[in-house]
């Protein structure tokens, strides 16, 4: 069977006040579409699994965000993270759980709050890299063909002489300097690492044993509590034993027979402001702007993000980034958007 | 008896979006001092008159605002306009009701929402101001001492050849285009007009006989209803009949017997962003913010006004407008303050 596995734990604190611990990034309607990212992500897969396939994987704190934004799914399906412990704790919890009752699943592991533009392009995809490792022990990423030298993202380095739409993985590379990003870019054979893992479920069980084999411990020793009352107590205390680390240091960057699907859906992780003023739809000065009462006067290159009842007029603003959330506003320039965290320390 | 005249039920647009018709500018804690401009308005008035001789004339629709905010002035003396007709209809309302139990009665009509630095000063001069009109028919104003070529004010041109403190006025002048505030300034003799008039009734009501006759016969019509239950009824039928007109141009300006106190209390008619932003505290960073969760940074000649709870960073502005009331949120370039009116009808 085929299992979807949603990791929504993030907390997004570079979009503040947008996005705040409280209520990061994936609940929020980022676009103003109407739907969050979180929904946006689980009707992106629709069709690929039965709804009672479908995992989030989050932090208690969020479980009742989750709730209400995916009443669909079985509350059962919600599995809460007491603690950060980044993506390889979360994708071992959900893998030993779901082995346990379907021995040969193959799961999908995606973020929560990136965004795809060409849904049906990324499900052809999907269904198809479900087929390439089922019943194998191949791990497949999706690397996106780089339209741009991001210094952004990771990369996916193919190995050169495939053939075929899956080529081999040669190795995964860091978020580049600018000149090796172009380099990236011309030379061909590297894809953005858009945080998507394919898989069956005994590959991840051997993935861990073999590379962390501490966590695939901790989540042997709970076998007996999976589906049961004690579950959330057992996790609450042993969870936090696990060491925090992401699963492309813990398992991809380690493992063979990882394999990379080369895709273009019109994909964006929307890390940034500058990402998600990519993808909204502009004005004729240039103002992306997401709030229905929001009205700029010569102002131009503007990101606005701001609540539909929020009422606000901006004039004489250009290359600014106005968010607010909960009552509170910032202000400041686009070029300074990686200062945000500094600047949410001052209240 | 004296009594103190305070004109309340200005609307003050200049302002938006901290000030609107819903709450102007003379109710609001424009300088953060925890004190509205109508309530500094009355504490500067102190001791001038026992507080059963103090008058508010507002709108039908601040009287809540007045009594919340003035819970010390008798609920009767709050008059109240029904509709807007400038200030001569509003001092002819009061001086008619005042003569009617007190004939004798020396007025000070003062606007709410100026601001007074020196209020020793101040009193010192309004004290005598009053003995210079009792018992007489002078008509006295307060003239201050410009201390730049000030566009946005009225100028009151006394006569030469004066001794003493009070001078006889020769015109006043409409607000002047610079070369003419350059003259008035270096040519002396000139001085700005506080909107503060000092006068006996009789005064008062003799000058609207001969100038303003159908105002006079309006509020002669009326003498029957004043102190009864039937007065607001009255008032608001009769009212609207009142020309919509200044006392300046019904009275001032063709009255004879006028004359100027040229007073230097530190005054400011707060009338446009600008003046405030002279008024209030500037940080190291010249910036004037009224609001105790704002956070500057790395911005520069702003003025700054929001509710107390409101959180906000603001970064990498110079010489903005930032304010808030009730949800709305305007920010504009300083410079461009006389359009707020414009920006305001966006929304």
């Known amino acids: 069977m085929n299992h979807l596995v949603i990791m929504a734990g ?9 996005s705040t611990p409280a209520k990061p990034k994936q609940f929020i309607d980022v676009l103003g579409t109407g739907r969050t ?10 069709g690929i699994c039965p709804i009672e396939n479908v995992w989030v994987v989050t932090s208690v704190k969020y479980k009742e965000l ?6 669909e799914i079985p509350e059962s399906n919600i ?11 979360c994708i071992a919890y959900v893998a030993w759980k779901i082995k346990q009752k379907d021995a040969d699943a193959n799961l999908v592991i995606s973020p929560s709050d ?18 390439f490792v089922a019943g194998s022990d191949r791990i497949l990423t999706l690397g996106v063909l780089p339209v741009r030298p991001e210094t952004g993202y990771g990369y996916i380095k193919a190995q050169a002489g495939g053939d075929g739409d899956i080529l081999e993985v040669e190795s995964f590379k860091e978020k580049p300097d600018i000149q090796t990003a172009k380099y990236y870019l011309t030379a061909g054979g590297y894809y ?41 107590r057992a996790i609450d205390r042993k969870f936090p034993e696990c060491p925090n680390i992401s699963i492309d240091y813990a398992v991809m960057e380690r493992a063979e027979n990882i394999y990379v699907f080369p895709v273009s859906f019109g994909w964006s992780d929307l890390g940034t402001w500058g990402s998600l003023y990519e993808q909204v739809v502009k004005d004729l000065d240039s103002n ?6 929001v009205r700029m006067v010569e102002s131009k290159g503007c990101i606005v993000h701001v609540p539909d009842d929020k009422k606000m007029v901006l004039q004489g603003l250009e290359e600014y980034i106005v968010a607010e959330e909960n009552g ?20």
Request: proline share 5%.
């Open 10 to 18: 993030g907390v997004g604190s570079r979009f503040w006040p947008m």
């Open 37 to 46: 990212l979180l929904q946006l992500t689980v009707e992106r897969f629709a």
């Open 66 to 71: 989750v709730k209400e934004q995916l009443p």
């Open 79 to 89: 599995l809460l993270e007491p603690c950060m412990r980044n993506t390889a704790p």
């Open 114 to 131: 990136h965004l795809v533009m060409d849904v049906p392009e990324f499900r052809r995809v999907v269904c198809k890299g479900l087929e």
């Open 192 to 232: 953005w690492n858009a945080g998507i893992f394919l898989w069956n479920v005994q590959t991840i069980e051997k993935a861990f044993r073999d590379n962390e084999p501490g966590i695939a411990a901790i989540f042997d020793s709970l076998q007996s509590v999976f589906y049961t009352v004690e579950e959330q």
């Open 288 to 293: 992306a702007v997401v709030g229905q009462n």
């Open 328 to 347: 509170v506003l910032l202000v400041c320039r686009k070029t300074d958007e990686q200062r945000i965290k500094e600047f949410s320390s001052k209240l």
